[in-house]
């Protein structure tokens, strides 16, 4: 078994790390040959099912296995995070499989390159050929010093009957799918209703109760984002967004049947009208760890299956032709029915 690879984008790989940290401290991670795939399936709250290619993250990237050259791994998200922040200005970094004292771990070599103001003779790495043993410091020319660490990252290596019957949830056809305004923006809102809704509700000492968000839209290209308590309504609409055509290969319905189509025939482009709506309520929390993967940039189409589900699709944005990564969110819906049934 063999997993090797240079980090050419750490920056993108960190943030990526953390937004999955925030929904669970576990990921399943699974390395073959065109994709990384990472999985994150906490007790509660959205389940996240990530395809990144290759060229978004690694440079060279080499994997192999008697298991048709798959390697499944449960990383601890928290210490992955941590050790890639290290890297963040690294003029190199290498990650790789490895093992110590019989233990699993993901070696995280990072090379930095700092200026020197003294002169002096390198430090000679002892026994350090692989670029995985002991940290060591080499002077350079210039007054430029290299730096090597190591982090290490323990992990469990998954057998592939542990994994078998792992899936993504299963859901119906959306009734509406919608292409969502900046995701920053979005949680900003969220994020201010979130914190008029708790105003006064935690002062008898006890716990603020769970507050919930109303997400609605329409095949008009209208979204809105509501709140309601005994005390406060409050909501914001955005027109003028795009609902993405279908991929006909995608869908196992002729196009003229979908949902979405049926849909499109009711509502208003302006939002006022109260039909062809789809709508589904959220926890408040939940969602906005979920909008924490705005950072990563790329544009998100949101599949609502009314009073059920919400589904996110998370396009990253890629450089020079890139094969593109996409990241699926199912989030847990209240009141109703849950779409986390595999």
Same mark, same amino acid.
């Given at each position: 078994?063999?997993?090797?690879?240079?980090?050419?984008?750490?920056?993108?790989?960190?943030?990526?790390?953390?937004?999955?940290?925030?929904?669970?401290?576990?990921?399943?991670?699974?390395?073959?040959?065109?994709?990384?795939?990472?999985?994150?399936?906490?007790?509660?709250?959205?389940?996240?099912?990530?395809?990144?290619?290759?060229?978004?993250?690694?440079?060279?990237?080499?994997?192999?296995?008697?298991?048709?050259?798959?390697?499944?791994?449960?990383?601890?998200?928290?210490?992955?995070?941590?050790?890639?922040?290290?890297?963040?200005?690294?003029?190199?970094?290498?990650?790789?499989?490895?093992?110590?004292?019989?233990?699993?771990?993901?070696?995280?070599?990072?090379?930095?390159?700092?200026?020197?103001?003294?002169?002096?003779?390198?430090?000679?790495?002892?026994?350090?050929?692989?670029?995985?043993?002991?940290?060591?410091?080499?002077?350079?020319?210039?007054?430029?010093?290299?730096?090597?660490?190591?982090?290490?990252?323990?992990?469990?290596?998954?057998?592939?009957?542990?994994?078998?019957?792992?899936?993504?949830?299963?859901?119906?056809?959306?009734?509406?799918?919608?292409? $969502?305004?900046?995701?920053?923006?979005?949680? &900003? =809102? %969220?994020?201010?209703? !979130?914190? +008029? #809704?708790?105003?006064?509700?935690?002062?008898?000492?006890?716990?603020?109760?769970?507050?919930?968000?109303?997400?609605?839209?329409?095949?008009?290209?209208?979204?809105? $984002?509501?709140?309601?308590?005994?005390?406060? &309504? =409050? %909501?914001?609409?955005? !027109?003028? +967004? #795009?609902?993405?055509?279908?991929?006909?290969?995608?869908?196992?319905?002729?196009?003229?049947?979908?949902?979405?189509?049926?849909?499109?025939?009711?509502?208003?482009?302006?939002?006022?009208?109260?039909?062809?709506?789809?709508?589904?309520?959220?926890?408040?929390?939940?969602?906005?760890?979920?909008?924490?993967?705005?950072?990563?940039?790329?544009?998100?189409?949101?599949?609502?299956?009314?009073?059920?589900?919400?589904?996110?699709?998370?396009?990253?944005?890629?450089?020079?032709?890139?094969?593109?990564?996409?990241?699926?969110?199912?989030?847990?819906?209240?009141?109703?029915?849950?779409?986390?049934?595999?």
């Amino acid at each position: 078994m063999r997993f090797k690879a240079s980090i050419q984008n750490t920056n993108t790989f960190t943030k990526l790390t953390a937004s999955f940290n925030s929904l669970g401290p576990l990921a399943w991670v699974k390395l073959d040959a065109e994709h990384v795939h990472f999985t994150v399936i906490p007790e509660q709250g959205t389940q996240v099912w990530a395809v990144v290619s290759i060229d978004s993250i690694f440079d060279t990237y080499t994997v192999q296995s008697a298991a048709n050259n798959v390697i499944n791994l449960e990383v601890p998200l928290v210490l992955l995070n941590r050790a890639l922040k290290t890297a963040w200005n690294a003029s190199s970094a290498q990650i790789r499989l490895t093992k110590k004292d019989n233990v699993p771990l993901l070696a995280l070599t990072i090379v930095t390159t700092s200026s020197s103001s003294h002169a002096g003779f390198p430090t000679a790495p002892t026994n350090n050929d692989d670029g995985f043993d002991a940290p060591f410091e080499q002077q350079l020319g210039g007054n430029s010093r290299e730096t090597i660490i190591t982090q290490e990252v323990p992990v469990r290596v998954l057998a592939p009957d542990v994994v078998a019957g792992l899936h993504e949830p299963q859901c119906r056809e959306p009734d509406v799918h919608i292409l $969502l305004p900046p995701l920053l923006q979005l949680k &900003s =809102i %969220s994020d201010r209703f !979130t914190k +008029l #809704s708790l105003i006064g509700k935690s002062g008898n000492g006890s716990a603020a109760p769970r507050t919930r968000l109303e997400l609605s839209a329409n095949m008009h290209g209208c979204l809105k $984002l509501s709140i309601k308590t005994d005390a406060m &309504s =409050i %909501s914001s609409l955005w !027109t003028d +967004l #795009s609902n993405p055509e279908l991929d006909p290969s995608q869908i196992t319905m002729d196009i003229a049947d979908h949902p979405s189509t049926k849909m499109k025939q009711l509502g208003s482009a302006d939002g006022r009208s109260e039909e062809g709506w789809a709508t589904v309520r959220i926890d408040a929390r939940d969602w906005g760890k979920v909008m924490s993967v705005g950072r990563l940039g790329g544009r998100v189409v949101a599949c609502f299956c009314h009073e059920f589900a919400l589904i996110l699709y998370v396009y990253l944005p890629t450089d020079n032709g890139e094969q593109e990564s996409v990241l699926t969110y199912y989030l847990k819906t209240t009141g109703h029915g849950t779409p986390l049934s595999s």
